[in-house]
């Protein structure tokens, strides 16, 4: 899916490998990009990954094994860094990266807080089945990249698996590399745009779907990364750089009104 694209690079790309179906979609948005994906593909699993990305030779195969249990609506694998050259991409990999461990996991409702979703995996990489347009509905427009929100559409949309009682699955041998940020001004956007998402998120469960539980979620969030906070701003040995933590704080602050926001540039979009 070649999401609003400024040339026709892509397409003449894809032009020379005969296998390799090319949608072109005009509105931009990721979210948007993945619900076409969904509408256009011949096949009960899509499996996606981004253009920053270059999953192993094993990938499709790791992931498709976990289908196995009509229950399991969504599989996701293990991101690593594909270099780590630039600092910004050092610093990122040491905050977490996109990984999520090494030990393979199910995750239920019955033991998993769908509101910590993202826990389950990145929508650089995974693999859903078509029926979850039935079942959960489409990932939602007014979230992730292209939007005032800049993500959270891959964990609202685990949110949403496990509360309708799905499951999701997360194989680390379904292996994924990924190409950081390698500017220190991208890397501050990107976490700024995590904290936003996070908190759309926890907004839109509120608002939309009455979880109160999402309020508790947001203190909680505040609770915990005060004190890291300070410690940044005493430069504390081993503390996150002060400019880091400070987009984190920007984008929790913004994250509930970018949400309304990117709704309403939805709805003015509509056609009349």
Same mark, same amino acid.
């Given at each position: 899916?070649?999401?609003?694209?400024?040339?026709?690079?892509?397409?003449?790309?894809?032009?020379?490998?005969?296998?390799?179906?090319?949608?072109?979609?005009?509105?931009?948005?990721?979210?948007?990009?993945?619900?076409?994906?969904?509408?256009? /593909?011949?096949?009960?699993?899509?499996? =996606?990954?981004?253009?920053?990305?270059?999953?192993?030779?094993? +990938? #499709?195969?790791?992931?498709?094994?976990? =289908?196995?249990?009509?229950?399991?609506?969504?599989?996701?694998?293990?991101?690593?860094?594909?270099?780590?050259?630039?600092? /910004?991409?050092?610093?990122?990999?040491?905050?977490? *990266?996109?990984?999520?461990? =090494?030990?393979?996991?199910?995750?239920?409702?019955?033991?998993?807080?769908? $509101?910590? *979703?993202?826990?389950?995996?990145?929508?650089?990489?995974?693999?859903?089945?078509?029926?979850?347009? @039935?079942?959960?509905?489409?990932?939602?427009?007014?979230?992730?990249? %292209?939007?005032?929100? !800049?993500? %959270?559409?891959?964990?609202?949309?685990?949110?949403?698996?496990?509360?309708?009682?799905?499951?999701?699955?997360?194989?680390?041998?379904?292996?994924? +590399?990924?190409?950081?940020?390698?500017?220190?001004?991208? #890397?501050? !956007?990107? $976490?700024?745009?995590? @904290?936003?998402?996070?908190?759309?998120?926890?907004?839109?469960?509120?608002?939309?779907?009455? @979880?109160?539980?999402?309020?508790?979620?947001?203190?909680? +969030?505040?609770?915990? @990364?005060?004190?890291? #906070? *300070?410690?940044?701003?005493?430069?504390?040995?081993?503390?996150?750089?002060?400019? $880091?933590?400070?987009?984190?704080?920007? %984008?929790?602050?913004? *994250?509930?009104? /970018?949400? #309304?926001?990117?709704?309403? $540039?939805? +709805?003015?979009?509509?056609?009349?």
């Amino acid at each position: 899916i070649d999401n609003c694209p400024s040339t026709e690079a892509t397409r003449r790309v894809v032009e020379g490998h005969p296998g390799i179906r090319y949608v072109r979609e005009n509105r931009p948005g990721l979210d948007i990009a993945r619900n076409r994906a969904l509408r256009e /593909a011949k096949h009960d699993i899509i499996a =996606f990954t981004d253009d920053d990305a270059a999953p192993d030779p094993g +990938w #499709l195969r790791s992931l498709l094994r976990n =289908f196995d249990n009509p229950s399991i609506l969504c599989v996701t694998g293990q991101t690593m860094a594909i270099e780590l050259e630039a600092e /910004a991409q050092e610093c990122y990999q040491s905050l977490g *990266g996109l990984g999520r461990g =090494f030990k393979r996991m199910v995750f239920d409702s019955a033991y998993h807080d769908p $509101l910590d *979703g993202w826990r389950a995996g990145a929508g650089v990489n995974m693999a859903v089945r078509r029926s979850i347009l @039935e079942l959960v509905g489409p990932f939602d427009e007014g979230l992730d990249v %292209g939007t005032p929100v !800049r993500g %959270g559409g891959d964990s609202d949309i685990f949110r949403r698996i496990l509360a309708a009682g799905y499951r999701i699955v997360y194989d680390p041998e379904a292996l994924n +590399w990924h190409r950081h940020r390698t500017s220190w001004k991208a #890397l501050r !956007r990107q $976490l700024y745009g995590y @904290e936003s998402a996070g908190f759309a998120i926890w907004a839109r469960s509120f608002l939309v779907d009455g @979880e109160f539980g999402a309020l508790k979620h947001a203190w909680d +969030w505040f609770h915990r @990364e005060l004190p890291g #906070l *300070g410690r940044s701003i005493l430069r504390r040995p081993g503390s996150t750089p002060l400019d $880091l933590m400070a987009a984190r704080f920007r %984008g929790a602050a913004v *994250g509930p009104w /970018a949400y #309304l926001y990117a709704q309403y $540039l939805l +709805w003015k979009s509509e056609p009349r």
